[in-house]
């Protein structure tokens, strides 16, 4: 069984357009990411669910918004798509153990979904 | 705001050469460390974890790492690399009782030539 899945694996636009990628976990985690790869590679983190609460929003444009309609899905919605917004786009999810220690648990990546804007 | 660095952006061994990936972090406080590997084409996935104990971390296909306090250092290490090997290798860290999002590194390419 896949942990974490993400769809489409590869999405193809033009600029200007609207898209989606789901994401869901069958891990029973309380928290979901939203990670952006860019072509260097670098991993920056975009938003952050915890039971359905957003609890962290990076500096990510308002073009991007997060919908977490359960504790298992975290769907990225994505208006009026640039060029600038290719890139690979993880999903994640993590036990959050909470208390003063916080989270010790390991994040586990989705597959990734790779955004082309032409 | 807390760092990771990782110096060496890309790494070429041959292989059964010994491999050392560096990894140093600017927080002053309690951390969580982990490496990260993301071989070609596929998505990351955990390599190893330091959170307390002993500071010498063993992790999956003979990888080690070593949290140095004094040095705010998480270095990966592995004493004979093969050709499947071949990977990004990403340093990450968390702060305890802090925010528990990861600040990743910006990734370490290793290409190992059989």
């Known amino acids: 069984d896949t942990a974490v899945s993400q769809t489409p694996k590869y999405l193809v636009t033009q600029m200007g357009n609207d898209k989606s990628i789901k994401c869901e976990q069958n891990l029973g985690h309380d928290t979901m990411y939203w990670y952006k790869q860019d072509s260097k590679k670098f991993l920056k983190i975009m938003f952050s669910y915890n039971n359905k609460e957003l609890i962290i929003n990076e500096t990510v444009p308002n073009r991007f918004s997060p919908k977490s309609p359960d504790k298992a899905h975290l769907n990225l919605h994505i208006n009026s798509l640039e060029l600038g917004d290719s890139a690979v786009y993880f999903c994640?999810?993590?036990?959050?153990?909470?208390?003063?220690?916080?989270?010790?648990?390991?994040?586990?990546f989705g597959p990734g979904t790779r955004l082309t804007v032409l | 705001a807390q760092s990771v660095s990782q110096h060496n952006h890309h790494v070429i061994l041959s292989e059964a050469a010994s491999l050392e990936l560096g990894c140093n972090y600017s927080?002053?406080?309690?951390?969580?460390l982990f490496w990260y590997v993301q071989y070609p084409g596929q998505h990351l996935q955990l390599l190893l974890k330091y959170f307390s104990g002993d500071p010498l971390v063993k992790g999956i296909k003979g990888f080690e790492a070593e949290f140095i306090k004094s040095k705010f250092s998480f270095n990966l290490r592995k004493p004979s690399v093969q050709w499947s090997d071949t990977a990004e290798y990403f340093c990450a860290v968390t702060k305890a009782g802090g925010s528990y999002i990861p600040t990743f590194g910006r990734g370490t390419s290793l290409i190992v030539h059989p």
């Open positions: 994640a999810s993590s036990q959050d153990l909470g208390g003063l220690a916080g989270p010790t648990d390991t994040q586990y």
């Open positions: 927080y002053g406080g309690t951390v969580n």
